[in-house]
C-alpha cells in the first residue's frame, strides 16, 4: 500500500517515454498483491506493449527482454507470442522464433505476417521448399513478393492482381516479379520490370541499390534468352510385331533391334513471345533376322517450330500460338521410303491454376506414303494418303515432381482410298511422377474410335460400308538417374488395334538402354 | 486497494502521467497516433503500454491511429476520424462502442480469456463476435452504419429488426432512421482492407524488405523452365501414343493391315446389268 505511491512519486521524476522510464515495466519482478493473477495479467499486457514497441523501434535485446516476460504472464496470449517470434527472428534466433510461431498458431492467432514472419525464418533456415509453400497459400502481399522470388506460380499471379488493384510499394512488386520471370529464364522481361528501380527517385536504402544493380548484373550476365535442350536416347528393344501385321493371319514375330534417338530443342525469347524449334532424328538397327524386318527398320526426321504469344499483364493467363511438324520416315537404311507427315495449327493455352494449364488445339494433318503405297496411277480402295483435321483439348498439370496431362482428341481424315475415311476420337491420359530423387516412373494409356468408310454404296449395302476400329495403346518407364543428365530407362508399349478377324493386330515393344539429357 | 495501487503503478511505468486509473483495465494501448483518451472529464494523449477500461472513450484524428489489445476480445484498431468508448462488459456483455469512423476488430480462435459472448456496439446497435473473426465496423455521418466480414461469421442486431448473420465476404449495411438491411456478397477487397491498413502502419517490422532484397542474389536463372524436351508441337501421334516416336506412329499407319481389303470393297453403283433392245 505504501510502496506504491513511492514507485509512483519516483516515476513521475523520471522524464516520460525515456528508456529506463518504459522499460521499468520489463523488469521481471514477482507479483506480491491480493488479486495475483490480475496484476499478472495488466504487467503483462504492459509489457507486451513496451516489447511492440521497442520492436518496432528496433531495440532487439529490450524488446525479447520485455516480451519474453510477458509471455510468462501472459502465455495465453497469441499475438504477444507472435511479437515475440519476430524479435527472435530479428536477433538470430531462429529455432526460437518458429517455436513462438508454432505456438501463436495453436493460439488462434490469425495475424498475416504470421506467414510472412514464418516465410522469412524458413527461408534463412535454407528451407526453401517450405518457404515457397508457405508464401503460395499466403495472401499477404509481402508474402506473395516472397513466393514470387522464390518462383511461386500463384504468388506471382497474385502479385499481379495487387499491383493492379494499387500502386503500393509496386517497385517492391516489380523487383518480385522479375526475380520470378528471371526464373522462368525471361530475362528481357526480368529487365523489363527492374527497368530504372535502381535510380535515385525510388526510396531503396543504399544496400537495397547495391542488391538490386547486383541483380541487374546477374541477368545481364547470366539469363538467356536462348535456352537449348538436347536429349540422346540409346535402347535394345525386344519387339512383337514389328511390322504391324494382321495378328489372325501371321503368328506373331519377334526380334531384336537397336535403336537410336536424338533430339535437340532450342527457345528464343523475344520479351514475353516464345519462339522454339526442335529437330528429332530416329534410327534402328535390327539385331535378328533382318531380313524379315529391315523394311521397318526406321530412319526419321522430324522437325517442329511453333511460337506462342502472351495476352494481358504479365505473367500472362491467357497464350495463343501455332505450332507445325513436319516427320519424314524411310526403312531399310533409307532403302524404302514409308512417308511423310505434316500437322500444324494453332492453339490457345490457358493457365488455370499454379501448374493447371487447358490447352485447345486444332490442327491440319496431310500424310503422304511413298513406296509401300500403290502408285498413283492405279486407283484402289486402300490407298493410304490422306488429309484429316484434328481438335485437341488437353488438361496439363506440371509442378517438379508430376507432369500429367489428359488429352481428348476428334479426328476426321479423308483418304484417296475409301477405305481410309475415318472419323473418330479418343481419349487419353499420361503421367510422370518424380518417385525419389533418382527414379522417375510414368505411364499412360489412349484409347481411339475410328469408324472407316463408308466403301461401295452406302445406301445400297447399308452397315457393311462402314467398320468401326477400336485401338488400345498403353505405356509404362521408369527412369534411374546414374550420374548427371544420364538415366537408365525401362518402357513397355503396347498397342492392340480391335477389328474384324484379319485386320486386327497387336504390337509391343521392351525397350533397356540409356537416356543423356542436357 | 492493494490491486489498484498495482494497477496504478503499472500504468505509470509503461508512461502514463494520468493519476485517475479505471478500476479495472480491459485494455492496453499497443500503438497510438494522433488520437486522445478523454478520461473522467480529462482528456489525454496516451503512450503505449496505458492501460484502459470501461467508460474510457478514444478519438482519433483525421490522420490518426490507434492499435488495441483486449486479452477478450483481441486486437482492436481504430482508424483516422474515428470515436470509440470501452464498455463495462458486465453490463450489456457489450465491450466497446464504435461512435463514429471506422474500426476493426481480430478475434483470434482462441482469445486469451474465453468470454463468451463478446459484443460490440455500433452505434446503439449490437454485432456478436464469435471467436475467429475479423470484422470491420463503420458508423458514417447520416446514421448509416455498416459490418463487413472477412473471416468467419457474425450477427448483428439492430432496433427491433430480425438479427442476421453477416458471413465471410459479405457487407451489411443499415440506417437506424430505416426499417431495412441491405446485406451484399463479394466485397473481400474491402473487407481485408482494415489488415492491409494494419500491415502498413505496423512498418517493416519483420524487415521483410530486407530479405527480399536479400535474396534476389539467390535467384537462379531460367532453370525452372518446364518446356524442356515437351514437344513443341502436341499432335496425334502424342495424344494416340506410338511405338517410336512421331516416326513408329507413320511406319504404323503404313503397314498396318486396312480395315478394309481391296477384295472386300464393292463396285460402286447397284452392279445390275440391264440389256436394253430397240426396235426397228
Redesign the interface.
Known amino acids: 500500500?505504501i510502496l506504491?505511491?513511492i514507485?509512483?512519486l519516483l516515476?513521475?521524476v523520471s522524464a516520460?517515454?525515456s528508456e529506463p522510464?518504459?522499460l521499468?515495466?520489463c523488469k521481471d519482478e514477482p507479483?506480491v498483491?491480493?488479486?495475483a493473477s490480475?496484476?499478472a495479467?495488466?504487467?503483462g499486457?504492459?509489457?507486451?506493449?513496451?516489447g511492440?514497441?521497442e520492436?518496432?523501434r528496433g531495440s532487439l535485446e529490450a524488446s525479447v527482454r520485455c516480451l519474453t516476460l510477458a509471455v510468462r504472464l501472459?502465455p495465453?496470449?497469441?499475438?504477444v507470442r507472435r511479437d515475440l517470434a519476430?524479435a527472435f527472428?530479428?536477433q538470430g534466433q531462429l529455432a526460437e522464433a518458429l517455436t513462438q510461431i508454432d505456438q501463436a498458431r495453436?493460439?488462434?492467432?490469425?495475424?498475416?505476417?504470421l506467414d510472412?514472419?514464418e516465410i522469412?525464418v524458413l527461408?534463412?533456415l535454407g528451407r526453401w521448399q517450405e518457404a515457397l509453400a508457405k508464401a503460395e497459400g499466403s495472401?499477404?502481399?509481402?508474402a506473395q513478393?516472397?513466393g514470387a522470388?522464390?518462383?511461386g506460380e500463384i504468388s506471382a499471379d497474385g502479385l499481379k492482381r495487387k499491383v493492379r488493384?494499387s500502386g503500393?510499394d509496386a517497385y517492391?512488386d516489380a523487383?518480385?516479379l522479375s526475380?520470378y520471370a528471371?526464373?522462368?529464364?525471361?530475362?528481357a522481361v526480368a529487365l523489363l520490370l527492374i527497368d530504372g528501380l535502381d535510380s535515385p527517385d525510388i526510396s531503396l536504402t543504399p544496400?537495397?541499390r547495391a542488391?538490386?544493380r547486383?541483380?541487374r548484373a546477374?541477368?545481364d550476365d547470366?539469363?538467356?534468352d536462348w535456352?537449348p535442350?538436347f536429349?540422346l536416347q540409346s535402347t535394345v528393344d525386344a519387339?512383337s510385331n514389328p511390322?504391324?501385321?494382321?495378328s489372325t493371319n501371321t503368328p506373331l514375330q519377334n526380334t531384336l533391334r537397336l535403336?537410336f534417338?536424338g533430339?535437340g530443342?532450342l527457345?528464343y525469347r523475344v520479351g514475353e513471345v516464345?519462339l522454339?524449334?526442335?529437330a528429332?532424328f530416329?534410327q534402328?538397327l535390327v539385331l535378328v533376322d533382318r531380313a524379315s524386318f529391315q523394311q521397318?527398320e526406321?530412319g526419321?526426321f522430324?522437325v517442329?517450330?511453333?511460337l506462342e504469344v502472351p495476352f494481358g499483364v504479365y505473367p500472362a493467363v491467357l497464350f495463343v500460338g501455332l505450332?507445325?511438324?513436319y516427320?519424314d520416315?524411310f526403312?531399310d537404311l533409307y532403302r524404302v521410303h514409308?512417308?511423310?507427315?505434316v500437322?500444324?495449327g494453332p492453339?490457345i493455352r490457358m493457365r488455370m491454376a499454379a501448374g493447371w494449364n487447358l490447352?485447345l488445339?486444332v490442327?491440319g494433318?496431310a500424310?503422304d506414303?511413298s513406296d509401300?503405297?500403290p502408285s498413283s496411277e492405279q486407283v484402289?480402295?486402300?490407298q493410304?494418303d490422306r488429309v484429316g483435321q484434328?481438335v485437341?483439348l488437353?488438361l496439363l498439370y506440371?509442378d517438379r515432381f508430376i507432369?500429367a496431362a489428359i488429352?481428348g482428341?476428334f479426328?476426321n481424315d479423308i483418304a484417296d482410298?475409301?477405305?481410309?475415311d475415318?472419323i473418330g476420337g479418343?481419349v487419353?491420359a499420361r503421367v510422370d511422377l518424380q518417385a525419389t530423387t533418382r527414379i522417375r516412373v510414368g505411364g499412360?494409356?489412349?484409347v481411339?474410335g475410328r469408324q472407316?468408310?463408308p466403301?461401295?454404296?452406302q445406301s445400297?449395302?447399308g452397315s457393311a460400308a462402314t467398320?468401326a476400329?477400336l485401338?488400345a495403346?498403353?505405356?509404362a518407364h521408369i527412369r534411374y538417374r546414374m550420374y548427371g543428365g544420364m538415366d537408365v530407362l525401362l518402357e513397355d508399349?503396347w498397342?492392340q488395334?480391335t477389328?474384324l478377324v484379319?485386320?486386327?493386330?497387336a504390337?509391343n515393344?521392351v525397350s533397356l538402354g540409356v537416356v543423356n539429357?542436357w | 486497494?492493494?490491486?489498484n495501487?498495482?494497477?496504478?503503478?503499472?500504468?505509470?511505468?509503461?508512461?502514463s502521467?494520468e493519476?485517475s486509473r479505471p478500476v479495472t483495465?480491459i485494455a492496453?494501448?499497443?500503438?497510438a497516433e494522433s488520437v486522445e483518451i478523454e478520461s473522467h472529464g480529462a482528456t489525454v494523449p496516451p503512450?503505449?503500454?496505458r492501460?484502459l477500461g470501461a467508460g474510457e472513450r478514444l478519438v482519433t484524428q483525421r490522420e490518426g491511429y490507434v492499435e488495441l489489445?483486449l486479452?477478450s476480445v483481441?486486437?482492436v484498431l481504430l482508424f483516422g476520424g474515428s470515436r470509440m468508448q470501452l464498455l463495462d462488459p458486465a453490463v450489456n456483455e457489450d465491450w466497446g462502442r464504435l461512435e463514429r469512423g471506422r474500426m476493426w476488430i481480430?478475434r483470434?480462435?482462441?482469445?486469451?480469456?474465453e468470454t463468451t459472448p463478446v459484443n460490440w456496439r455500433v452505434g446503439p446497435d449490437q454485432v456478436r463476435l464469435p471467436?475467429?473473426v475479423?470484422v470491420s465496423l463503420e458508423v458514417g455521418s447520416h446514421s448509416d452504419r455498416k459490418v463487413v466480414v472477412s473471416?468467419g461469421q457474425v450477427t448483428v442486431r439492430a432496433g427491433t429488426r430480425t438479427p442476421i448473420d453477416v458471413d465471410l465476404g459479405h457487407v451489411a449495411t443499415w440506417r437506424s432512421d430505416r426499417n431495412a438491411w441491405v446485406k451484399m456478397a463479394g466485397d473481400l477487397?474491402r473487407a481485408?482492407l482494415g489488415?492491409?491498413e494494419q500491415?502498413?502502419r505496423?512498418?517493416d517490422?519483420?524487415?521483410?524488405?530486407?530479405?527480399?532484397?536479400?535474396?534476389?542474389?539467390q535467384?537462379?536463372?531460367?532453370?525452372?523452365?518446364?518446356?524442356?524436351?515437351r514437344?513443341?508441337?502436341?499432335?496425334?501421334s502424342d495424344?494416340?501414343?506410338?511405338?517410336?516416336?512421331?516416326?513408329?506412329?507413320?511406319?504404323?499407319?503404313?503397314?498396318?493391315?486396312?480395315?478394309?481389303?481391296?477384295t472386300?470393297?464393292?463396285?460402286?453403283?447397284?452392279n445390275v446389268e440391264v440389256e436394253v433392245g430397240f426396235e426397228p
Open positions: 500500500v506504491g505511491p514507485a509512483v516515476v513521475q516520460p517515454g522510464h518504459r521499468d515495466a507479483v498483491t491480493a488479486t490480475d496484476d495479467m495488466a504487467r499486457l504492459v509489457a507486451s506493449a513496451v511492440y514497441e520492436l518496432r501472459l495465453d496470449v497469441s499475438i519476430i527472428f530479428q495453436k493460439l488462434g492467432e490469425t495475424d498475416l505476417s510472412t514472419l522469412l527461408g534463412r495472401q499477404t502481399p509481402m513478393r516472397l522470388v522464390l518462383g488493384e503500393h517492391l523487383l518480385a526475380a528471371a526464373r522462368q529464364g525471361q530475362g544496400t537495397e542488391s538490386v547486383r541483380f546477374r541477368i547470366k539469363a538467356r535456352v535442350h536429349r519387339v511390322l504391324y501385321q494382321s535403336a534417338a533430339e530443342y527457345a516464345t522454339s524449334a526442335s528429332r530416329d534402328q521397318g526406321i526419321a522430324s517442329s517450330g511453333g505450332s507445325v511438324r516427320t520416315v526403312g514409308v512417308g511423310q507427315v500437322e500444324g492453339f490447352r488445339s490442327l494433318t500424310f506414303f509401300f503405297e484402289r480402295a486402300t493410304r484434328r485437341g488437353s506440371g507432369d488429352d482428341l479426328l482410298g475409301q477405305a481410309f475415318a479418343g487419353a499412360g494409356f489412349s481411339m472407316y468408310g466403301v461401295g454404296e445400297v449395302i467398320r476400329e485401338r495403346f498403353v505405356e508399349r498397342i488395334n477389328a484379319g485386320h486386327r493386330y504390337a515393344v539429357q | 486497494m492493494v490491486s495501487l498495482s494497477w496504478l503503478l503499472i500504468g505509470l511505468l509503461a508512461g502521467v493519476t483495465p492496453v494501448v499497443r500503438r503512450s503505449t503500454g492501460l489489445y486479452p483481441g486486437t481480430t483470434p480462435a482462441k482469445p486469451a480469456t471467436p475467429g475479423k473471416i477487397g481485408r489488415e492491409r500491415l502498413r505496423q512498418g517490422v519483420l524487415a521483410a524488405r530486407r530479405s527480399l532484397v536479400e535474396w534476389l542474389d535467384v537462379p536463372f531460367g532453370t525452372q523452365d518446364r518446356a524442356g524436351m514437344p513443341i508441337h502436341w499432335g496425334t495424344v494416340m501414343g506410338a511405338i517410336g516416336g512421331p516416326a513408329g506412329s507413320v511406319l504404323e499407319e503404313a503397314l498396318r493391315p486396312p480395315p478394309f481389303f481391296e472386300e470393297v464393292p463396285a460402286k453403283g447397284p
